[in-house]
């Protein structure tokens, strides 16, 4: 998850966040349909499933625009640690109003080290980009979205395999997305002959989201969406050790300050 950030950003200059979604969901419905047959999984899940899987794929249809809107129009760089840090927040937050659950000491301590963390790898001190630009605000957006979603999510296993459930979910979302497309923008993408549109968008789609994003929203069925999304405080980090050893950038000394912080706080969340 921590290289989907570079890859989306390449992408944004192809496109409309829509006419994206339907290239990125077209190719995960495909993908894992066939990790699915391959794994012998059945497509079957509960009709008591059906609400939580409609409501769950125009989330995910929103988020797919919101998110994609933020890199266009904010700051990537900024939008994604926002995001990546926002999101177990927002998620315990929800956690308190829908299941009256409220966080341990360990949870507290985590979540307050992973905002230290947050704020650290912004250098928001010196990081005026955060509030100047309007399109940071669709970041904010995706992240309560995303909150949402994963509660959603974490009820997929009372109605058969998470695994089923996700698929269900990501076909929601291209139907969702299928009526805003532009037709004629998918007609010169399909005959374009660009790498970098095709790598990325197999990369972003295959990668980060029939793999590691379906594995996230498993991770949310078996131990909640609250735990799940604490682990999303060491995406940052792991974007730039990606940058670094991929794209050659620096690593300056808050950004490791800032990772160190976010391991420790996944750490103190997730301690029994």
Known sequence: MGSQLPANKVLTSFGTPVVLGFFRYGFVVISLLILLLLIRTKLLVSKKGIPFILISGALMATYNYTFLAGLQNGSPGAGGILVTTLNPVMAYGLGMLIDWKRPTKNESIGLLIGVIAGLTLLKIW????????????????????????SKFTSKSAKYGSPFAFTWWMYLVTLICIIPF???????????????HFWGNILFSSVITVTLATTTYFFATSKIGAE??????????????????????????????????????AVYMINKK
């Open 126 to 149: 010196g990081n005026e980009a955060v509030f100047a630009k309007p399109g940071n605000l669709y970041f904010l957006l995706s992240a309560f979205i995303w909150s949402v979603m």
């Open 181 to 195: 497309c532009n037709v004629t923008a998918i007609g010169k993408l399909i005959q374009s002959t660009d790498i």
């Open 227 to 264: 735990k799940a999304s604490s682990f999303i405080f060491i995406v940052p980090f792991s974007a730039a050790i990606f940058s670094f050893a991929i794209l050659g950038e620096n690593l300056e000394i808050h950004t490791i300050i800032g990772g160190l912080l976010g391991i420790a």
